[in-house]
């Protein structure tokens, strides 16, 4: 696997970590934005070596953590101020461009898995940025969070019937999140719709996760939206989209599949893959269908057929 990494010093005096994966001379360049909010971005150091093994497609993958993450610096959270300056959607989506300029990229293609989704949207559109794409890849997020709310309670209702709903449901409205029946119950849901990957430990998944930005923007798990995004959506908005856009969810993703399915008929140069059998993070328990379908998309990209 290659890779170089490179510190990315932002002009707000704090450095995010960065790494590009792959052979430089490809043609193909993509950046991939984690989701979390304040994820890592582990689940794309595969990424070059598996187009080439899944779909023998030659990219390079631009990989960086966000502000609070992992591997970057972050902010005191604990001061108000830093919330108010670097806790928005506007911040992250600025954040996306000035990245972009310390890596050099132009006519590349942004990608963004799941809140890396959201800021892929909102990145395409501004004009000015949506300008430097080739094209838009939303894996796994809906364009606004009313359908996803609906789609994981949909989900939870469907698993453990309404007596254990409603059971969740109070556990989530006093804030006991500790507690341990309904723990048993989340790790349920995750292996069913998170990740499908039978190797697939969720306590294990969300050790590298900044709380602090996570919570704020999300809430406690998959499961809940009490954050700040509670009310994100751009649904209204997607036709200003001219560049071509693929949305590609799981099979039994926390997303409505049928609110992408929407989502492409609004877009103007919209694109479909559904990855069957996935679930959230479906580039990680079906690989081959997820970087085939991927790969086909750009394939078309780059001979102008979309």
């Not at 997020?141 to 059971?167: A, C, P, R, T």
């Not at 998959?222 to 209204?236: H, R």
């Not at 059998?277 to 328990?285: E, L």
């Amino acid at each position: 696997m290659k890779h170089k990494t490179q510190i990315l010093h932002l002009k707000n005096g704090y450095d995010l970590w960065g790494v590009r994966y792959g052979d430089a001379k490809a043609p193909i360049k993509i950046l991939a934005l984690h989701g979390g909010p304040g994820d890592d971005a582990d689940e794309f150091i595969t990424w070059a070596d598996q187009l080439e093994q899944f779909a023998n497609m030659n990219a390079e993958i631009f990989v960086y953590e966000q502000l609070g993450s992992f591997h970057s610096e972050s902010p005191d959270f604990s001061k108000t101020e830093n919330i108010d300056k670097y806790l928005t959607i506007d911040y992250y989506v600025n954040e996306v461009e000035e990245v972009r300029q310390l890596f050099g990229l132009d006519h590349f293609y942004l990608l963004g898995h799941s809140w890396g989704g959201l800021l892929t949207y909102e990145y395409m559109l501004r004009a000015d940025y949506r300008s430097h794409l080739k094209a838009g890849i939303v894996f796994s997020m809906n364009d606004n969070i009313q359908d996803y709310v609906k789609q994981i309670n949909q989900e939870l209702l469907e698993m453990f019937g309404s007596d254990e709903f409603n059971y969740m449901k109070k556990i989530e409205a006093a804030g006991n999140f500790s507690d341990s029946h309904y723990h048993e119950n989340l790790i349920k849901l995750y292996r069913a719709h998170l990740n499908r990957d039978p190797n697939y430990n969720p306590d294990a998944g969300m050790a590298m996760m900044a709380e602090a930005v996570y919570n704020h923007f999300q809430g406690n798990n998959e499961f809940v939206v009490t954050g700040a995004m509670k009310g994100w959506q751009v649904s209204d908005r997607l036709n200003e989209i001219d560049i071509p856009v693929l949305e590609t969810v799981g099979e039994f993703d926390t997303m409505s599949v049928a609110s992408m399915q929407r989502s492409v008929r609004m877009l103007t140069r919209g694109h479909f893959a559904m990855t069957k059998n996935g679930g959230h993070s479906h580039a990680q328990d079906h690989p081959e269908a997820f970087f085939k379908h991927l790969s086909a998309f750009i394939s078309d990209v780059e001979a102008g057929n979309v």
